[in-house]
Structure formats: C-alpha cells, structure tokens
C-alpha cells in the first residue's frame, strides 16, 4: 500500500562531540571513550505518519455515507477520496461483495460502518431481520436473554464485511423514561443502560466488531433532538451523576469507540455543541482516560449544519479532538478534505492534532504507518 513517496522514517541525531582529556602528573589520564549514547526516544510510528502526504492524511479522518445499493460505484468514489471511513445505508443484494470492494479499491482500506441499533434505527433488517429496540430489549429480557438476541445478530452484521457498528446508544432516559431519543436508549437508570450496553458491547467485541458508544456526554434529557436544531441539555454537573455513568463505565472496556453528541452543555461547552468543543474532548480524554476512536455525530444533521458550513465544522471538530469528522450527507466531501489541508497549512490545525488522529484510525484499522 502506498500513500505517497518512499520517505525515511528516522529522524537525524547530532552526535555529542567528545575531546579527549590532557594527563595530568597527579594521576592516570582519563579514559577517552565515548559514553554510550543516550537511547533514542524517537517514535519511528509518529515519523511514519508526519511523512504521509497532508491531503491524505486529513482524508483518513472524514467520514462519508455511501449507498449500499450502488457499492461498485461508491467504491471508487471513496477510493478516490481516500476517506478513513465509510457508513453503509440503503445495503442492496451481494452487499458482503460489495463491502469487500470497497476495501479492496482504496490504498488505505477504510472502516466500513453501519448504524444498527435495533427497533427503528436498523440498517440491515432487510438482509438480517428485526431485532427489537433497546428499549424494548431492557424491559422485556434478562441480560442472559438479551445476550442470546444479540450476540448471532451482530455476528452476521460481522460476516457481511463491516468493522464499526455505530451502538449501542448509552444515553441515559430522561426521568420517566421520557426525553427525545425515546425507545432508542435502553432505560432511565443509568445500572441498566450500563448493564445492557454492557451485553451489546460484548456481542460486537466477540464478533470483531468496534462498538460505539453514543452520543457523549449524554443525550438523553436533551431538550430536543440534534436532527432537527441545537441541543440543550442539563448542566455537566447533572450529567456526572447519571448520563456519563454508562460511559465511565462501558469506555473501560476497549476496543470501543465513543461517538460525541451535538449538545450544548451548561458547565462544560456552553452554547457550543460538544462535538466542536475542545472540552467535551478533553472530559472523554483526560478526565475518563479514553484512548480509543473518537467520532463526531454527523456534522450534516440540524444541530451544526443549520449555522456551520460542512468545511468548517470539519474542521473545528478535528481541532477540538475527534479522530473522524462524520457526515451522513454533504455534497462536496472533497471540499472538507480540502479545508482540512488548507487548516493544517495556515496553522489553525496542528499537524499534532492531525496525526494523533490518523495514529488512532490506522491503529483501529491494523494498520503499520510505516509500511504504508
């Protein structure tokens, strides 16, 4: 696989100079070797993705939504683009064949993702059946039970060729059971919906798949849905004692991924979404130690689209720590590639910032940097 020219690796070391000692009458001349050098410190993995052409280093941290039913075509399309990850939607036949093209056309295989949570958020129920919402499967099974649901269901979303499986959904209910994402969160104790997240990560892990954690830092007592327009949600205070209960929880059981919500939280964003902010980053990162793949919600739905360009919130998102800025839908997704570089090129993105990112996509990818 090759992303651009062959470029070295290493980094070049100035080497001490050592003079060798006058004798002296009083004693024994001092030995003129060298002392060993000290052990480098140099990362060759970091040197291995600096080296990497900007463009497409960028390219592996914006997501695109692709039509399932037209997978040759949007083979070459992602290829072409060069994007990290790519959410299947509307699967036609042969689908298996097709996610297999898609890989196979890109120079750096992307992730191939999917939402498949259950009840009406489901994907692949024409190809794989129905399985019940998440509300549906806390109130009327048994972890044991659920488990048995879940873990064949998730296994062939795994055979069809996926990587990522955008759930479950830990948000925690409203008080009640109530709040805008309704039979889509497993329950409004925050035990349940850590128990139950709990038996759906596992079934992906077990099935070789990322599951991902949503929507950070709690979506549940929003005061409306991010589809349609801003968010507000209680203050960051609140949300410790319930919303990211499920998340401190369920974040220390990698490999999971977490996706940030749009959601303007008193106390931490403010009337910033989360998924733009540098702080809501910096809670998942520093303050519950998560390591793993960060992605944005979808950067095209009311919340950000109805006042942000797609090009700059790709932007601002990557700046403010997500590994992939996702879109479900944009016309231009070049045109984000492109404000991306032009961002790393005037400064306002760190190339740090960049290739920490694209460290973690290759890593989730089983990707050496270095062989690329």
Known sequence: MTLGGAVACGDDVDEPTTEAATPTSDGPAPSTTSAPAPPTTAD????????LPVRQRVAQLVGIAIDGGA????????????????????PGGDLAEGIAAVKQASAVPPLVAVDEEGG????????????????????????????????PHFQAVADLGFDVVFAPVVDVAAPGGGGPLGDRTFSDDPATVT????????AMQDAGLLPVLKHFPGHGSG?????DGPVGTPPIEALRARDLLPFEALVSDPPVGVMVGHLNVPGLSGTTPASISPAAYALLRDELAFEGLVFSDSL??????GTIPPESAAVQSVAAGADVALFVTIADPAAAITALEQAVADG?????????????????????????
Request: hydrophobic share 45%.
């Open 300 to 305: 095209s739905m009311g919340a950000i689209a």
């Open 44 to 51: 060759p993995t970091a040197a291995c993705i600096a080296a």
């Open 348 to 372: 306002s993105l760190p190339p740090s910032r960049v290739d920490e990112s694209v460290g973690r996509v290759l890593a989730a990818k089983g990707i050496d940097p270095c062989t690329l």
């Open 195 to 202: 128990a139950y997240g709990q038996v759906y990560v596992d």
């Open 120 to 151: 009406d958020v489901q994907h692949l129920r024409s190809l794989l059946g129905s399985i019940p919402s998440e509300r549906d499967v806390a109130a009327t099974l048994d972890g044991a039970a659920a488990a048995a649901l879940v873990r």
């Open 223 to 227: 005061e409306a849905n991010s589809h």
């Open 71 to 90: 997978l040759p075509g949007e083979a070459q399309r992602a290829a072409d683009l060069g994007v990290g990850v790519v959410l299947v939607q509307r």
